[in-house]
């Protein structure tokens, strides 16, 4: 067990490095293309942060193991809407200002709802894979949509910061295939000992997957996350919480799905998928609202997000 912690925690910083250097280099070799700052900070701020999760997820399915790779979407999007979002407003209330985020947010919840539909034939198959897929072109075109001048100036400001990246071609060149080697194999360390240490612990893949491989995954995004809030960048903060999970819950599930189907366990269907939707509803109202996520709703998410934690651990325990 000590030796497969110690990879698994390797893996994760490898997953963390690997996707900061792939990452940046995209982001740069884009501005290199001609794109505007603004564009590329909001795409940078809405997928960057789920570069980890592709990486193990496209990993496990690979080594013949969907059912880590499903527990660690879901259970990453909880990690990210529960943990982070709330840790982030109970540091600091965030202030919602870019349009897109209100019609994203309540893509979520869609996203969510669907997932839940899908799964209760206990699979997630090739169809299933195409209509997610497609859904996350819909997604990519909606954003896309959204000019600059549709935010006021902050929030242009806060975007065109995330997206002004070095412009060497070489360098960023250099970048991304750093970044992609260092990926390819922390996100096979991070499989194979997390199935190490989910035998050791006696639970099955889909629970690790769902409890420390998504926790351990997105801890990056949740540091960065919070160094946001305490910048008060709250519309950087929501694009990476909402588009990380729409980018794994439709292209990542999507496209993994049309080349194997998921099993989908009666237990993710009666628990986590319904707390996931719930979690996606409770975006609803406060992006319709007043525009701020307060510290007492912060509190109710991570609250959440705790209890979840807890009563998980017990069921595979009692």
Sequence with gaps: ?????????????????????????????????????FMVGLLLAAFGGSVPDVAVNVAAVGA?????????????????????????????????RAPV????????????????????????????GAVLVAGFGVLVALVLRQPAAASDAGVRAQFESEGEQLQGLGRNLLRIGVGLAVLFYASRAVVTHAVGLAGAFGV???????????LGASLPQVALGLIAARRGLGDVLLASVIGSNLLNLTLVLGATALWQSYPV??????????????????????????????????????????????????????
């Design 64 to 96: 013949g193991n969907p059912a880590l790779a499903l527990g660690n979407m879901v259970g990453a999007s909880l990690v990210n809407l529960g943990l982070l979002l709330g840790l982030a407003a109970v540091l600091r209330p965030l202030d919602v």
């Design 1 to 37: 067990m000590g030796d497969d912690l110690l990879w698994f925690a390797i893996g994760i910083a490898g997953l963390a490095l690997g996707a900061d250097s792939a990452v940046r280099g995209l982001a740069g070799l884009a501005r290199t293309r001609g794109a505007g700052a």
């Design 101 to 128: 985020l209100r019609p994203l947010g309540v893509a979520s919840m869609v996203v969510a709802l669907a997932l839940l539909a899908m799964s209760h034939n206990g699979r997630i198959g090739f169809l299933d």
């Design 204 to 214: 099955s893949d889909l629970f690790a997957g769902l409890t420390f491989v998504a």
């Design 265 to 318: 366990s009666e237990s993710l269907v009666r628990l986590e998928l319904p707390v996931l939707l719930a979690f996606s509803a409770m975006l609803y109202p406060l992006l319709r609202g007043d525009l701020r996520i307060s510290r007492g709703e912060g509190g109710v998410l991570l609250a959440a997000f705790v209890a979840l934690q807890v009563f998980q651990w017990w069921t595979v325990t009692r």
